[in-house]
């Protein structure tokens, strides 16, 4: 049986589109869209950046993308593909088995100066997927201290004291042996206790 689309028919149709029509962008455009933003200004941080501030009150960064510091006094974060620039995060795309990444790496390594036959933790030489990663592992932690205790006038025992606080950005990941550390937060929580 077919039926034909009349012109009664089209007006009818159009009518019932036109009585919608508030109702669909209403809830497009005003609900759906009130609810995210609520969403994002009660969810922690997530608005804001995740802003980190100096004493002064100063944004110095964010402890949600990694940035650079190549200082001895402060603690390292793992290399990025992507130069620690937010706007082009993305991971390097070598193969573990090219040579690229074996040079990369390599020269990674000379620069980190580990004593012979210290192994140097994995996440100390290789980028992160989206190379903005701010978090390194507490073995990254320990590797560095001696260089970091050395360059602050403290003994290792007292920087991983300064380490294990409260304060320094560490989080638990489940299904992983061994905390994260924000190394940004980390180096924060270095620069309130400075001798």
């Not at 802003?51 to 001895?72: D, N, Y």
């Not at 070598?94 to 980190?112: G, N, Y």
């Amino acid at each position: 049986m077919k039926t034909a689309l009349s012109g009664k028919n089209i007006l009818r149709q159009f009518a019932a589109s036109l009585r919608i029509l508030p109702l669909t962008v209403l809830v497009c455009s005003g609900l759906y869209t009130g609810t995210i933003y609520l969403a994002g200004r009660l969810a922690p941080d997530s608005s804001s950046g995740a802003l980190v501030r100096s004493a002064e009150g100063r944004v110095i960064g964010s402890s949600l993308v990694a940035q650079q510091f190549t200082r001895p006094e402060y603690f390292w974060p793992r290399p990025s593909a992507v130069s620690w620039n937010a706007a082009g995060a993305g991971g390097s795309n070598l193969s573990p088995a090219s040579a690229a990444m074996r040079d990369k790496t390599e020269k990674v390594i000379v620069t980190l100066a580990p004593e012979q036959g210290e192994k140097v933790p994995t996440d100390l030489v290789t980028a992160s997927g989206s190379g903005l990663d701010p978090h390194i592992s507490l073995a990254s932690v320990r590797f560095q201290a001696p260089r970091v205790a050395r360059a602050r006038g403290l003994s290792v025992d007292e920087l991983m004291h300064i380490v294990n606080s409260p304060e320094n950005g560490k989080i638990a990941v489940p299904f992983q042996g061994e905390p994260l550390l924000n190394v940004l937060q980390l180096n924060c929580a270095l620069d309130r206790v400075r001798k």
